[in-house]
């Protein structure tokens, strides 16, 4: 082979680039793992410097740093995303960790006070964190009066509805807008959006007869005008039958959404229905919408016992559910039949339930298979049997609740292993996918997450990708079982789960909007609406309305 001065410069830089990564000191290196990047789809062993919480480079060269994880046998994957996260205490939170989770967010229920509830968690959590603001929690301000003057988010809902539900009046749920009470609403959602809230939380599924359907639109629009998402948690919601079949519910927001050019979150979109919303959500996306949907492993849910889809109407009478052989109390540690069911949702509405959906059994394989179809764990927050936070250092077995919170990514691994699913999908499930979507609504942070390349926020879960396995059942005692499998959580580039303990520290980032100066709330009138949709063929008239 003929040597030439280009060929010489060539290799000359080769080694000098080999020379330079040997020499530079990294705060971590990973070093000898399977490195898995779902949006390059690169699958190889390689070693991973990392410094100032970035990754600086993937190499076969020899690295060195200041502390060094050994990932022989191991997948180096970029950090679990879950985007329907109410875990919003740190003992849940403890939880995710141990389940590989580096990002929660609860985009479904949210929160108010958006700006104090960002400043609150500020170097106070071990995970990356956000929030949608709450139309919920709107609703309760305006139609049950609540004064909310502090940061409210999913641990405060019990207590709010339960607050709610004193008078006998499920404000928030049941009393529907005129348009002053509409436009007091909207003024709350938007005011959270300037505050920098990711978009807009809505369990209208919770409110559907209370919510008018100009109401939802109201509220979608006034995320839309920040360009930000909606996650529903959709009208009909488990529904069977017409006239309430679910799909509906789903059309009401997909077609807001559609029509405000708005991101859209279908969630835990594992009910009846499911199929008909997915292939509406894939013919969006070939449009170039930005709209998706998620599910979680489990054939159970777990919710408020109050809610207005668990009631005999809706549970008995339309899907044909028995509470005997459905509705699970993990308080008392026993299914619940008709009677006792109800004389709890007279005494303890917001009371959590596990309420069993038996056909989710046999359409879980199907999700899991699903492009885009991403894994949110509707995880509920860290209490115990007596419905109190648990603290940090608790033992796991104290937590009582759906064993999602603890282990729904380790069982989307498990079940993906065992059905031979590529495991470079699965990552696409739990990680890539939601922080491509969310960073195309513009989500700054997430741009940089949800990969294993160079630039990147060095969130990495390392797992051995043949025994990651969840332990969790439903079983009381059981249900905080951690995830094994996982002996490596790393969140802006620092070590949080060390040999499967987690560690105290606590370093997640703020996921979020900048807050802006001034909001863009614009009230809904007749004169407006009149002005831009008709013909002002007599003002006079139109004077005395």
Same mark, same amino acid.
């Given at each position: ?207 559907? $007869?209370?919510?008018?359907? %100009?109401?939802?639109?109201? *509220?979608?629009?006034? #995320?839309?005008?920040? +360009?930000? /998402?909606?996650? &529903? ?56 919408? $930005?709209?998706?949907?998620? %599910?979680?492993?489990?054939? *159970?849910?777990?919710? #408020?016992?109050?809610? +207005?889809? /668990?009631?005999? &109407? ?79 250092? &608790? ?45 195309d609504a513009g989500i700054e942070a997430m741009k940089v997450r949800g990969r294993i390349q160079k630039g990147m926020v060095a969130d990495i879960t390392i797992f051995d990708a043949e025994k990651v396995t969840d332990n969790a059942t439903y079983k009381a005692g059981n249900q905080g079982n951690p995830t094994t499998g996982i002996p490596y959580v790393i969140v802006g580039g620092n070590i949080v789960v060390k040999d499967s303990k987690v560690q105290d520290v606590f370093k997640g980032q703020a996921i979020r909007y900048p807050e802006e100066e001034k909001g863009r709330f614009v009230p809904a009138t007749q004169k407006q609406w009149i002005k831009m949709h008709s ?11």
């Amino acid at each position: 082979m003929k040597i030439t001065k280009h060929l010489l410069f060539g290799i000359a830089l080769f080694l000098m680039g080999a020379l330079y990564a040997q020499a530079q000191e990294y705060d971590l290196v990973i070093l000898n793992g399977r490195v898995m990047d779902p949006e390059t789809m690169f699958d190889a062993v390689r070693n991973v410097g990392i410094k100032d919480g970035k990754i600086i480079i993937i190499t076969k060269d020899e690295i060195k740093g200041k502390e060094s994880i050994d990932a022989t046998g191991l997948v180096v994957a970029p950090g679990f995303i879950d985007s329907h996260d109410h875990s919003m205490d740190l003992f849940a939170a403890k939880m995710g960790l141990r389940d590989g989770l580096t990002t929660g967010l609860d985009l479904e229920i949210g929160a108010l006070n958006v700006g104090a509830w960002y400043q609150e968690k500020e170097g106070k959590w071990p995970i990356n964190y956000g929030v949608s603001v709450s139309q919920e929690f709107a609703r309760n301000v305006v139609h049950d009066g609540t004064v909310i003057d502090k940061p409210v988010d999913a641990t405060d809902m019990p207590r709010l509805r339960g607050v709610a539900a004193k008078d006998g009046v499920d404000g928030w749920a049941d009393t529907p807008s005129d348009l002053e009470h509409m436009n007091k609403i909207t003024q709350i959602i938007d005011e959270n959006l300037r505050q920098g809230a990711l978009g807009l939380g809505s369990t209208v599924g919770y409110m559907r $007869n209370g919510v008018t359907t %100009y109401e939802q639109f109201e *509220a979608q629009r006034a #995320a839309a005008r920040y +360009g930000r /998402l909606t996650l &529903a948690h959709t009208r009909f919601h488990s529904s069977t039958k017409t006239p309430t079949e679910a799909a509906l519910g789903f059309d009401e927001v997909f077609t807001n959404a559609f029509l405000l050019k708005a991101p859209l979150i279908i969630g835990h979109d594992n009910d009846y229905g499911w199929w008909e919303h997915e292939e509406k959500l894939q013919m969006a996306r070939k449009m170039g919408l $930005n709209m998706w949907a998620e %599910y979680y492993p489990y054939a *159970a849910g777990s919710t #408020a016992i109050g809610s +207005g889809f /668990l009631q005999p &109407a809706t549970w008995k009478d339309i899907n044909g559910y028995q509470y005997e052989e459905t509705m699970y109390d993990p308080t008392q540690d026993k299914f619940l039949n008709e009677e006792e069911f109800l004389k709890i949702v007279k005494e303890d509405p917001g009371r959590l339930v596990i309420a069993h959906v038996p056909p989710r059994k046999k359409w879980l394989p199907f999700w899991m298979n699903m492009p885009h179809m991403v894994v949110g764990g509707d995880n509920t927050f860290g209490a115990g049997s007596d419905g109190e936070l648990l603290p940090w250092d &608790a033992d796991f077995s104290e937590y009582a609740g759906h064993p999602r919170t603890a282990a729904s990514r380790g069982k989307v691994l498990r079940l993906a292993r065992e059905q031979d699913i590529p495991l470079m999908f699965t990552l696409c499930q739990i990680s890539y996918w939601s922080a491509k979507h969310l960073g195309d609504a513009g989500i700054e942070a997430m741009k940089v997450r949800g990969r294993i390349q160079k630039g990147m926020v060095a969130d990495i879960t390392i797992f051995d990708a043949e025994k990651v396995t969840d332990n969790a059942t439903y079983k009381a005692g059981n249900q905080g079982n951690p995830t094994t499998g996982i002996p490596y959580v790393i969140v802006g580039g620092n070590i949080v789960v060390k040999d499967s303990k987690v560690q105290d520290v606590f370093k997640g980032q703020a996921i979020r909007y900048p807050e802006e100066e001034k909001g863009r709330f614009v009230p809904a009138t007749q004169k407006q609406w009149i002005k831009m949709h008709s013909i002002d063929f007599c003002p006079a008239k139109h004077d005395n309305h």
